[in-house]
């Protein structure tokens, strides 16, 4: 089964040329099922390829996703194509007036400021409120794992020496999740951030579990409540150029970087980016939406 978003919306066009079922609406209502109810709140300033690296994932599964965007009304974006937000974004006031299986937050270019100086650190602090009672699990992506993590146990977040920026191995420290069934003993997957959640103060939380890390044990899949809260710190997500593309808009900037480890052949950025990460991707987004559909009621008013 596909995800049904609007035909109009950019990311249809790109996924159907990727041979990625999707529906239109009006198709998905002459089904006699109950669509998963997945939102999104994007709040990536690449709006339109955060969608269609979000929406690829959910589409690979056998069942029928529901996607919902919601937008931060209290920020102003100055990236998304004028009118974008406007047509196919809800806002978090509609947007809490339903219940849903599934929230993803995403990251966002805010990694060092202070959460609470954050322009819609309020609006979103609301929606991560709403989840625990309305959202049967909710996936947090990078600075969205941060603010999670903070908003609901207090954990601070600490600047690192160098940008974590590549892609990295990681091990599973607990196969007791679902989200790792099919997962190989080392994974790899894509990290850029300034910033990480203190690794002893998410031990020293009871209700929190480090369910993968790097081999120098920084965290990268952290849950709580079973799988109802999931923390990921980095970017599964990622195409085969997201990376590139940071690089470069930092280099053109006059930015401190450095070359993404692990990424480009032979770490020659004048060569082609391999992917090593795209299989568990697809397989973690899987495992998540299989876990939704096998443990949220039926009835969202149940939640």
């Known amino acids: 089964m596909p995800i049904k978003i609007p035909k109009t919306l950019p990311a249809y066009e790109a996924l159907t040329g990727e041979n990625v079922f999707v529906m239109t609406e009006e198709r998905a209502k002459k089904q006699d099922i109950r669509p998963l109810k997945v939102i999104i709140a994007n709040l990536m300033p690449t709006t339109v ?61 805010v990694e060092t400021l202070a959460f609470e100086d954050v322009d819609y650190w309020e609006e979103l602090a609301g929606v991560m409120a709403y989840s625990r009672d309305n959202v049967f699990s909710t996936m947090h992506i990078c600075w969205g794992a941060q603010a999670g993590l903070y908003y609901h146990y207090g954990v601070p977040k600490i600047l690192l020496p160098h940008k974590l920026f590549g892609v990295f191995a990681h091990n599973i420290n607990d196969r007791n999740t679902p989200l790792f069934r099919g997962f190989d003993d080392i994974f790899l997957a894509p990290q850029s951030r300034h910033t990480e959640s203190s690794p002893s103060v998410i031990r020293a939380v009871g209700a929190l579990a480090a369910r993968s890390a790097t081999p120098c044990g920084s965290p990268f899949i952290i849950t709580a409540r079973g799988e109802r809260e999931i923390y990921v710190t980095g970017h599964l997500e990622y195409d085969v150029l ?35 990460w795209r299989a568990h991707a697809h397989l973690f987004f899987l495992n998540w939406l299989n876990y939704i559909y096998q443990e949220t009621p039926f009835d969202l008013m149940e939640l």
């Open 49 to 109: 390829d955060t969608e269609i690296q979000l929406l690829r994932l959910l589409g690979n599964s056998p069942l029928q996703v529901d996607i919902t965007l919601l937008r931060m009304g209290s920020h102003e974006s100055r990236n998304a194509p004028p009118g974008h937000l406007e047509r196919f974004y809800v806002s978090s006031k509609k947007a809490m007036k339903e219940r849903y299986d599934g929230l993803i937050i995403t990251g966002a270019p």
């Open 242 to 276: 997201t990376l590139d593309k940071e690089y470069r808009r930092d280099l053109s900037l006059g930015k401190p970087i450095n070359v993404p480890q692990n990424y480009y052949t032979g770490d020659d950025p004048s060569r082609q980016p391999v992917v090593r």
